[in-house]
């Protein structure tokens, strides 16, 4: 197996997607906080000190997402067609999930990836006054779609 980023000489490059043919792509991420009773009832009534939680979590897990080519290195930049972010409150915690999506020559799971991680760390930013304890775990790609290697959806 080739390493796509690496030339013949082993230096990182950017992979020249030029040649490639346009195609419709998705990738979906996920991931989760755990937190404390008291830090989940505070984010589920609205209750936080610095505001809307969820909100501000959407935000900028959208935003992050448009920046990914800023924030990783060798990733293109991307004109997106849509960024979803998504939560649901469960037993210990919140968990969030995230699509991109567009039609272009390169996939999107970075920024579906960037998306999660950065709402994850903007909950834990915005409640760490009710608890510095939280653990942001299990952040990875569900699936994709698209490009020369299809459709591809994580075992669960």
């Given amino acids: 197996m ?5 030339d013949e000489h082993g230096k990182a490059r950017m ?3 030029g040649g490639k043919a346009e195609s419709q792509r998705l990738a979906v991420a ?3 906080i755990a937190m404390s009773p008291a830090a989940l009832e ?3 009534d609205g209750n ?3 505001g809307d939680v969820l909100a501000a979590a959407r935000i900028a ?3 992050a997402a448009k920046k990914t080519a800023e924030l990783i290195p060798l990733c293109h930049p991307l004109a997106l067609d849509a960024v979803h972010v998504d939560f649901a409150l469960e037993a210990d915690g919140v968990r969030v999930t995230a699509s991109a999506s567009l039609t272009g020559r390169t996939g ?3 920024e579906a990836l960037t998306a999660v991680s950065v709402a994850l760390l903007t909950i834990y930013d915005m409640a760490k006054a009710i608890d510095k304890g939280m653990v942001i775990s299990g952040i990875r790609l569900i699936e994709k779609r698209g ?3 299809g459709h591809w959806k994580a075992a669960d």
């Avoid at 080739?2 to 690496?6: K, P």
Wanted: aromatic share 0%; glycine share 12%; net charge positive.
């Fill in 2 to 6: 080739s390493l796509t980023h690496l």
């Fill in 15 to 17: 992979v020249d997607v």
């Fill in 30 to 32: 996920k991931g989760r």
């Fill in 42 to 44: 505070a984010i589920r």
């Fill in 48 to 50: 936080v000190p610095k």
């Fill in 61 to 63: 897990g959208i935003m």
């Fill in 108 to 110: 999107v799971e970075m």
């Fill in 147 to 149: 490009g020369k290697s």
